[in-house]
């Protein structure tokens, strides 16, 4: 079976699956669509699993797969996943039927549990197109993500990069609040020129490698080999960076996040924040610090302090906001900025960190904007003033946001907790500064949701919110897979840990870095067990 | 590998080093004390409505069952040799990233099992009085999720074999503080204390991680065998980075200045959890983590004289608010605080005060659970009123909590020979023997603490009535007493009969030994002094709450040190003031900042192209001769360009 | 034979065309003005063939009157109609499809 397509089938399925539900007639509250759909990523989950049961932990590209596809300019159809890359296929995934699942009926012509008060709310608006199309748009998305994931060929990678843009744009702008047109051309603006700042760099690329003995190529395995030179590869890493960033988010490119999120569907926020977003983080490690390790060890100083400025604006945003989904919004700013950070300290521990922190962000997020979403589809607002005592009406509501949220401010025994302590562990080896600005995110980070929580959660339960109901059999079994990883991976991350390091290991000899001695240099033995 | 046991190797280094055997026999069931309450949390929380009925015995059985199995594991220690008590149980690898290695390891050695037994033990008896004190509330099965939730997060605290080991323990701790201090969520005031609580914590988790970083940058691990294996070899000035960053944990956790301001706060929640985390166990973490740390504070002198300063001022500030709250669970706070200083102020004086800190830590868990237990016994029987104005007299309606929290006042104020004297008294004893004015603060605490606790228990229990009119004070259901019984005897014999002397040689593989310094007065006079000092302190509380009248209402024509006392020295509004605010203004600004600035670069580009494009099409007139009139001045522009290039 | 009195010639038929689509309003005049200035353009184009002793110019030549036959009918059905419902040939008239 080491032959099979793996990678290329992950991105066939649901693309093949979206064009059949978009295909299937459209009669109001169908759920045939649905289901296929759901299927259709269950399916494409029970892949995945079987292709990474093959993984070995060695570091290197496996899978792969690599036919010509633009022979002049040297373009590949070439897929093949590290550790790194593995990790975040997975989460795609494992995210698609559990989004699919939550958003159940949000696509409905009016959202059934909101009928009563969509009418007036502009946090929910009816759906512009069918719920066929949103069910497409999304398997269309995994396809995609999967691609991003799995590209090792620059010009395929961009390819797919642009092409992401597409679903999400239509899933924001057709289905969400009532500022969603403009949050949609706002999130398509900015990452098109992002993308048109990679672009120039791409041609670069071209232009470069055609030069080098072995002629025009864009596999990232023949450009890593590369020696760029100093300017040429310095140009090259900021326009690849700055795509990056703005994909990330980093501050200052990071005010479409919050206005997206604030009018998407939770759905939809799940999969672009916990998904697409991470094509920022990890173009970052694959092409910014593998291409170019000395612009990279060049920028490291700027993109440090954007990064921890990143950690602390993110999250002091998210505490002065009283819209829900746009605070989630701004704790992904503050979290992105650890990944950041984690990446261009460039040791081990951040690196790992930053590359666990990628997984986790993806789970807590997911779970924390699903729970809000299912309690602000109750009440038809987003805003957290008029929200209050909700635990007693509804305690298992009240109990999956509190788990989310305690994952969100990475408490010890959730998943987050241990690539956040890696990363600040990485960024003191690499600056005691940074780390200490850094740290003080965890503080903010308890502030921001415990505030949440305190305010929509307790105290006397008000008027509105009497009767409303606790989640369902639907909701929770869409959560509940979400929270059982985090707790899992809390306390026992070795098998993602043990995918990711290898990787790690080889993007440390790329960028020509070694972790550090202990001051202490002399290790004595460990204790008896060893 | 070194086959040195560690008491001798101790000799070697200065500081003792972790050195732990492989567990074996009994030992290796070392993992089910903490298995099991985590076990009945997640039965308890997960179970939902149909363990209603029997979750709160399950609660009560899975940490008695601990505490009979560390009872076990503690006769099994004391059967082994002297020099080898130490037994490490390793678990599973909890993450790996380069070099660095973070196992999930549990240390059993003559410190865990002192507090092991600690906490299950008043553990088992506050679950048990909690049986009875939560009976009516329709939420009890999830108190006891919780509750056995904190005791798998103490226990973990304790038994990690590693820095970050302790974190997962602390932060469970934490959260389980955060979610019984909320217990009564729909109360604003409770849901509030229990954010505030949580937050202050995580201001001193700052000091754990980047006290856990700075370890394993000097050192490669976080593990304690590593980590004290090689202290000595690590310069000063790092140690002494170290000691002040987990000196900034411990203040958090433990409530000590200048993050104290959580304690009081933290009242709003149900009795029992005041007696359990905010008395007897959680708060003292902070004491356990730096003298579970003595291999790092015993190297640096800086370090420990900021341990110092931080409880001298802190068992000073605790007392004195302590005695101006009208609140028995605040005044009993305060106390707590204060108590605390005094074992923080221990940990400082360094291997002279390791063992005492823990020998004072064990007897205020005693007493101290015992009158916030009385105190819950009292508010029991009075329709949950707090306000000692309103008790009185209760000794006769309530003989069994008087006569218990009688002996826990005894207790808590040193009179020979109940608990409270053997290890407050050292500590003086031994404050005095390294520097005078830290000795004097101790003393005049010492003062200040029989001042207050005379003044709660005449309030409470003597004077005459002032109940409600509707409040008809009874004495507790038996599940309640028997609790108090046992803590009572506890706190009147846990001192001298068990504790005493034994602490100090049982710990000192664990924290060192030291030059015993004698003071010229002598150990006796000391005491003798001490006595009187308490003395007076209860004559002048005799003297304004025992001979006069008590007022229904709080006097509000008061000195000014008596409205500094009751605003709790103004912690909350210093923080208040110079940090929230500003914090929210701050914010607010950076809101606007955030929309018009930043947001408004982009907005403001993309605005900037409309408007120029709305300008440029003007030009789309719709008329056809202008835009043919158009098409030919392009084309003589061209052809001028192209003139001009051909003939320059 | 000189190609230079050819070149005037379309020169000067160009200009004229040219004039007649800036400043006449009667759609059929300015249609006959275009066409006027396609057949200049196309003189232009044969003189140079032959001057130059290739058939490249005299096929585009033929690729112009293809196009310009092309235009004629396209262009005449919209001024027809343009003309049915508006009752006026006037090309200021039809001016909605501005801005």
Known sequence: MSNFPWLSVLIAVPIVGAVVVQALPRRANAAAPKQIAFGVSLLTLVLGLVMASGYENDGGMQFTEQHTWIKSFGAHYAVGVDGIG????????????????????DADPIPLDVRDVAAESPHVAPARWSPNAFFAWMLAMEGLAVGVFAATDVFLFYVFFEATLIPIYFLVGGYGG?????????????????????????????????????????????????????????????????????????FPVHTWLPDTTENATPGTSVLLVSVLDKIGTFGMIRFCLELFPEASRWATPVVVTLAVVSVIYGALMAIGSDNIPRLIGYTSVSHFGFIVLGIFVMNSQGLSGANLYMFNHGLSTAALFLVTGFLISRRGSALISDFGGVEKVAPVLAGVFLVSGLASLSLPGLSPFVSEFLVI?????????????????????????????????????????????DLGTREIAAVAPVLLLIVIFGFFPKPLLSVINPSVDHTMSQVDRHDPAPTVAEQSPEGAHQ | MSLVPSSLAALHSGAPVVHAAS??????LLWLVVALPALGAAV???????????????????????????????????????????????????????????????????????????????????????????????????????????????????????????????????????????????????????????????????????????????????????????????????????????????????????????????????????????????????????????????????????????????????????????????????????????????????????????????????????????????????????????????????????????????????????AGFWSKDRIIETAFADNFVVGLCALVGAGITAFYMTRLMLMTFVTEQRWE???????????????????????????????????????????????????????????????????????????????????????????????????????????????????????????????????????????????????????????????????????????????????? | MSATPFIVLSAILFTIGCLGVLTRRNAIVVFMSVELMLNASNLALVTFSRANGNLEGQIAAFFVMVVAAAEVVVGLAIIMTIFRTRRSASVDDASLLKY
């Open chain 1, 86 to 105: 593995l990790t975040l296929v997975l989460l795609t995934l494992i995210l698609t039927p559990v989004v699919l699942l939550a958003s159940w009926n």
């Open chain 1, 178 to 250: 009532a500022g969603r047109a403009r949050a949609a051309v706002k999130f398509l603006l900015y990452s098109l020129a992002g993308g048109l700042i990679m672009l120039a760099s791409v041609i670069g690329l071209y232009v470069v490698s055609a030069k080098s003995s072995g002629g025009a190529t864009y596999l990232v395995s023949e450009l890593s080999k590369i020696d760029f030179g100093t300017d040429t590869g310095r140009w090259l890493f900021v326009g690849f960076f700055i795509a990056f960033a703005i994909k990330a988010p980093m």
């Open chain 1, 425 to 469: 562990v990485g960024a003191f080896s690499h600056s005691v500064v940074a780390a200490a600005f850094a740290v003080t995110g965890i503080v903010l980070a308890a502030i921001y949701i415990l505030l949440m929580y305190q305010r929509t959660m307790t105290g006397p339960t008000r008027p509105e919110i009497v009767g409303m109901r």
């Open chain 2, 23 to 28: 567990a074996d026999g009994v030992f290796s």
């Open chain 2, 44 to 418: 308890l929380l997960l179970g939902g409505r149909r363990t209603d009925r029997w979750g709160h015995w399950l609660g009560v059985g899975t940490v008695a069952v601990s505490f009979l199995l560390s009872l076990v594991l503690f006769f099994a220690l004391v059967g082994r040799d002297s020099g080898d008590r130490q037994v490490s149980q390793h678990l599973w690898t909890w993450f790996t990233a380069g070099k660095y290695t973070v196992n999930l390891d549990l240390l059993y050695d003559q410190l865990s099992a002192v507090f092991l037994l600690l906490i299950t033990g008043v553990g088992g008896i506050i679950h048990l009085y909690s049986v009875g004190y939560m009976e009516h509330d329709e939420r009890r099965r999830r108190f006891f999720g919780y509750l056995n939730l904190f005791v798998a997060s103490m226990l973990t605290l304790v038994l990690a074999a590693d820095y970050v080991g302790v974190f997962l323990g602390w932060e469970g701790v934490g959260l389980a503080s955060y979610l019984l201090i909320g217990f009564w969520q729909y109360k604003p005031s409770a849901a509030a204390a229990a954010k505030k609580a949580f937050v202050i914590n995580r201001v001193g988790d700052i000091g754990l991680s980047l006290g856990s970083a700075l370890i394993f940058v000097t050192f490669g691990s976080t593990s304690f065998a590593v980590v004290s294996a090689n202290a000595d070899k690590a310069s000063s000035g790092t140690l002494t980075a170290i000691g002040l960053l987990l000196l900034l944990a411990a203040c958090g956790k433990s409530a000590q200045f200048p993050l104290q301001t959580w304690l009081l706060d933290a009242m709003e929640g149900p009795t029992p959890v005041s007696a359990l985390i905010h008395a007897a166990t959680m708060v003292t973490a902070g004491v356990y983590l730096i003298v579970r740390s003595n291999f790092i504070f015993s190297l640096t002198e800086d370090a420990r004289t900021g341990v110092v300063i931080v409880g001298c001022i802190t068992l000073l500030m605790g007392a004195i608010i302590g005695c101006a709250k009208d609140d028995i669970k605040k005044a009993l706070a305060g106390s707590t605080m204060s108590q605390i200083g005094y074992m923080i102020l221990a940990a400082g004086l360094g291997p002279a005060g390791y063992a005492l800190a823990i020998f004072h830590l064990l007897t205020h868990g005693f007493f101290k659970a015992n009158m916030f237990l009385g105190a819950g016994s009292v508010m029991h029987g009075t329709n949950d009123d707090v306000n000692m104005r309103h008790y009185g007299a209760l000794q006769k309606a309530m003989p069994v909590t008087f006569v218990t929290f009688a002996i826990g006042y005894l207790a808590i104020i040193g009179v020979p020979p109940f």
């Open chain 2, 469 to 648: 009119p509707d409040v008809h004070p009874h004495e507790s259901p038996r599940v309640m007493t028997i609790p108090l019984i046992a803590l009572a005897a506890l706190s009147a014999l846990g001192g001298f009969l068990i504790l005493n002397g034994w602490i100090t040689d049982w710990l000192a593989p664990v924290v060192g030994t030291h030059e015993e310094k004698s003071l010229a007065i002598g150990a006796l006079g000391m005491s003798l002094v001490t006595l009187v000092v308490v003395a007076i302190g209860i004559a002048i509380a005799w003297t304004f709450f025992g001979r006069r009248a008590v007022p229904r209402e709080a006097p509000t024509q008061v000195s000014v040190f008596t409205r500094a006392a009751r605003a709790e020295l103004y912690g909350d509004a210093f923080n208040e003031e110079v940090i929230v605010k500003p914090g929210y203004t701050g914010i607010r600004g950076l809101s606007v900042f955030d929309g018009s600035f930043v947001d408004g670069i982009a907005e403001g580009t993309a605005s900037a192209f409309g408007g120029m494009s709305s300008w440029f099409r003007l030009a789309q007139n719709g008329f056809v001769r202008s835009y043919a009139l158009a098409v030919l001045s392009g084309a003589a522009l061209v052809l001028l360009a192209l003139l001009a290039v051909n003939f320059s």
